[in-house]
């Protein structure tokens, strides 16, 4: 299995910044990553924050 190249953390960071203003074509440059790769992103953690994914994590591990 292919090891990602972004972190949860990292992508819902780069996420913010999307929706601070930064355009699309910045960010896809400046971190080396596709539009389609984006909207995915965006798809599965838009709207979420840092501590919000810590603690689908924490539930995540706590249920397996």
Do not use: P
Request: charged letters at 35%.
């Amino acid at each position: 299995m292919k090891k990602a190249k972004f972190t949860e953390s990292q992508i819902v960071n780069i996420l913010k910044e999307a929706e601070a203003g930064v355009s699309l074509e910045d960010l896809s440059r400046q971190y080396g990553f596709s539009k389609a790769t984006f909207y995915k992103w965006k798809a599965r953690y838009g709207g979420m924050d840092v501590s919000a994914l810590k603690r689908k994590n924490c539930k995540k591990k706590t249920d397996a």
